[in-house]
């Protein structure tokens, strides 16, 4: 006979905490492993080594988080747009989206924690561009392969002072 489910013990506000729990040790999971690289092997090489991950584990995430939604092939800006907030990056630190018409998705990350607790460490800023671009990009690829992303901000290439990072999804005009 299985054993009781631990989470049947929690209620909602319980169980809310600890997804913002788990999200929030991704994000020290991924930090872990990035410095580990970046002290041992130096910041291109552990640059190289972000893409990478980013890449293939947003590839994941998307396809389980559309799976979860039960969101169909092509569910365009508007499937994206339920399945970012559930991105453990997006849950894990203050965001907001806008529409500004019907074939593009503006994602802001308001505040980010990787670039604060590098700041409370009194380390240099994570150059994220890279690593940014191929995590949002690999993501809404997995939700709808017709969507392209772009970066309008993200260190180091701050054009948005307002947000810690801004990102502009698209999807063709249907002909």
């Known amino acids: 006979m299985p054993a009781d489910n631990p989470l049947d013990a929690f209620s909602r506000t319980e169980l809310l905490e600890l997804l913002d729990c788990f999200a929030k040790n991704m994000i020290a999971l991924d930090g872990v492993w990035f410095q580990s690289?970046?002290?041992?092997?130096?910041?291109?090489?552990?640059?190289?080594?972000?893409?990478?991950?980013?890449?293939?584990?947003?590839?994941?995430e998307g396809r389980r988080i559309k799976a979860f939604l039960r969101l169909p092939d092509y569910p365009?800006?508007?499937?994206?747009?339920?399945?970012?907030?559930?991105?453990?990056?997006?849950?894990?630190?203050?965001i907001d989206m806008q529409r500004p018409d019907a074939n593009t998705l503006i994602f802001r990350t308001i505040s980010c924690r990787v670039q604060a607790a590098r700041s409370r460490k009194n380390m240099p800023w994570h150059p994220c561009l890279p690593a940014g671009l191929a995590e949002y990009s690999s993501y809404a690829k997995a939700i709808d392969s017709r969507i392209a992303c772009k970066?309008?901000?993200?260190?180091?290439?701050?054009t948005d002072p307002s947000c810690a990072c801004a990102w502009r999804f698209t999807l063709p005009e249907s002909p």
């Open 76 to 94: 365009g800006l508007e499937g994206l747009q339920q399945a970012l907030p559930l991105h453990f990056n997006a849950m894990a630190n203050d």
């Open 37 to 60: 690289l970046e002290n041992t092997l130096g910041m291109d090489t552990a640059m190289e080594h972000d893409v990478k991950v980013w890449t293939m584990f947003a590839e994941l």
């Open 151 to 158: 970066a309008i901000s993200c260190h180091p290439c701050i």
